[in-house]
């Protein structure tokens, strides 16, 4: 049997390992200067928690889950010698009697469906308005390719029992601040949901609200003929396809577009309100002295159904990949779970596409290369002992040692160190411990220095 993995997941190696901690820790960093708590949930949900929540696309990417055991003896659907018991007009009549009978269970598609689980099961417990972050995997029956994968993780920030504006300007800021850190130059895109039904309203159609969206959030990925056509493959009249079209190809600058919107929707209420939305967000980030590139980008969609106002989507300026962190308002998202009324903003981080932006572009410190940073060399038993209180003061100071565990040669135990990208290697002999020292390896430059054995600490600390 040759191994490999399911397509569309990863092994991570401990080089990988070090590079994704190292974006986890950044994103967790800043969430948590932000006052962001932290939280888990299981990767199993109900399947009466997921679904109808992603609209018609997402429903069809849910990873759903056999019910254990002999449940298809408990179907009541196949007869003692095994055969159906009932005829099925179609495969969709079929699915939909047989799926409630085999699984009730699904792995889930993202995060923030059930943190709005999470917060009415749990409100009791929390402090409103509730921050919350969450780095956990998500998983999605999408077909693979660069940058999309079918099991990825997701680092998501969400902020609920608020409807400021000042909540999407501070996730705006959060966006710049770890990118930043990472050095990645982006733009982070800017819409609204409310602009968008505006949209659809002014078209004649609002009662297409969700196609429309749809259809437009490919944009990017097919082009303006092709969504065109979808439009009218689902059931717009050309004549109302047509009215979008200035829409989609609006150029110019922030001015230009709000402009343009305050005649197109002025027989709307919601758009309307959507530019006045987006009028007060545009100004909090102005305020807040927000640097990043943002601008306004009436192309996006987010095909989720459950965003109301804002939404987001970051792209890397440098490398040509898909959307590496998006988000939005939804202002009823625990209604259907039975406590209506409280509205929230989130965020969500793409780590596995950063993972590729790093690497695609170099952005990786040397640290991220290995684990460990100080290598002592074994000449033996007596030597080895000297070592053990060396190594330990190191660890108190917080730097990661290994002892090499056998008098191998000195040449194994150097390539050892320099196959694993370790930094420093320390030799302590009999003729360093008669003088209180250690000869200290500098792997990079290959310079060696000998060193008080009661500054060591002190010394690596201010070359690490």
Not at 130 to 147: H, L, S
């Amino acid at each position: 049997m040759k191994p490999n993995t399911v397509k569309g997941t990863r092994d991570f190696t401990p080089v990988q390992m070090r590079r994704r901690n190292y974006i986890f820790e950044t994103i967790r960093d800043v969430y948590r200067l932000h006052g962001y708590l932290p939280i888990e949930t299981p990767a199993l949900e109900n399947l009466s928690t997921l679904m109808g929540k992603y609209g018609e696309e997402g429903d069809k990417l849910l990873f759903k889950v056999l019910n254990s055991g002999d449940f298809m003896d408990k179907t009541g659907l196949l007869d003692e010698q095994g055969a159906w018991q009932h005829s099925f007009p179609d495969t969709k009549a079929l699915s939909r009697n047989l799926l409630p009978k085999i699984s009730d269970k699904g792995l889930r598609y993202d995060l923030t469906v059930p943190f709005a689980r999470f917060v009415v099961q749990h409100q009791n417990e929390l402090v409103f308005p509730f921050k919350r972050y969450q780095i956990q995997p998500v998983w999605r029956a999408d077909r693979p390719q660069k940058g999309r994968y079918r099991e990825f993780y997701q680092c998501d920030a969400d902020v609920i029992g608020s409807d400021s504006l000042l909540h999407e300007a501070e996730l705006v800021q959060m966006m710049e601040e770890v990118f930043a850190r990472l050095g990645v130059r982006v733009v982070v895109k800017i819409n609204n949901r409310k602009i968008l039904c505006g949209i659809a309203e002014a078209m004649g159609c609002p009662e297409k609200m969700m196609d429309i969206t749809v259809a437009i959030d490919k944009l990017d990925k097919i082009g303006l003929d092709a969504v065109k056509a979808e439009l009218v493959g689902r059931g717009i009249a050309e004549e109302a396809v047509e009215k979008l079209v200035p829409v989609l190809l609006l150029q110019g600058g922030y001015a230009e577009k709000m402009a343009f919107l305050g005649n197109f929707l002025a027989s709307s209420p919601i758009g309307m309100k959507g530019v006045e939305e987006t009028s007060t967000l545009f100004g909090l980030l102005e305020q807040m002295g927000v640097k990043v590139a943002y601008e306004l980008d009436l192309s996006l969609a987010r095909g989720l159904n459950y965003y109301t106002g804002a939404i987001f989507e970051v792209k890397a300026l440098d490398v040509a990949m898909g959307s590496i962190c998006g988000g939005g308002r939804y202002d009823d998202l625990t209604g259907v779970f039975g406590m209506k009324g409280l509205s929230g903003v989130g965020i969500s981080f793409g780590a596995d596409r950063i993972y590729d932006v790093l690497n695609d572009l170099g952005l990786y410190p040397e640290r991220t290369l290995s684990g460990t940073e100080v290598l002592f060399v074994n000449f033996g038993s007596r030597e080895q002992a000297w070592t053990f209180a060396l190594a330990s003061a190191l660890r108190r100071e917080g730097i990661s040692v290994e002892i090499y565990p056998s008098a191998a040669k000195l040449q194994k135990q150097f390539s050892y160190a320099d196959n694993l990208h370790i930094p420093f290697v320390v030799v302590l002999g009999e003729k360093e411990q008669e003088a209180g020292q250690v000869l200290v390896k500098d792997m990079k430059t290959g310079t060696q220095e000998a060193v008080d054995q009661m500054e060591l600490p002190a010394w690596l600390k201010a070359r690490l």
